[in-house]
């Protein structure tokens, strides 16, 4: 098993940024690739980002709706990935979910650990 603890959400205005941190433990060497995921209310869960953090460089990928402001990135020796998050706009509000699996993909069927999900409010 995994465990995924998300953290850094909160209350933010537009335009201003946030740093979601999620921490993985327990049998990570099971993981190659780690995620976030985000559910606005009434709407579907929806792809963010994600990247690789087995291989050397940790090939990354992103919604067109946050490229150019969200940034994934890793820290293995902490065992932990990162979600940089600038120019926030209202609609980015939603909880925001990390997420472990065997491949970097976008689909939220192939991820098999997700953690428990961190607010992020974006006021007009």
């Known amino acids: 098993q995994v465990q995924l603890v998300e953290s850094g959400g909160g209350l933010v205005q537009t335009g201003g940024s946030l740093r979601l941190s999620c921490a993985a433990s327990?049998?990570?060497?099971?993981?190659?690739?780690m995620g976030w995921f985000r559910q606005a209310p009434g709407k579907e869960r929806e792809f963010v980002a994600t990247i690789n953090i087995k291989w050397t460089g940790g090939s990354t990928y992103y919604a067109d709706s946050v490229k150019g402001r969200f940034t994934i990135s890793r820290d293995n020796a902490k065992n932990t990935v990162y979600l940089q998050m600038n120019s926030l706009k209202p609609e980015d509000t939603a909880v925001y979910y990390c997420a472990a699996g065997p491949v970097t993909t976008p689909s939220p069927g192939a991820y098999s650990y997700w953690g428990q999900g961190t607010q992020v409010t974006v006021s007009s």
């Open positions: 327990g049998r990570t060497f099971s993981i190659y690739a």
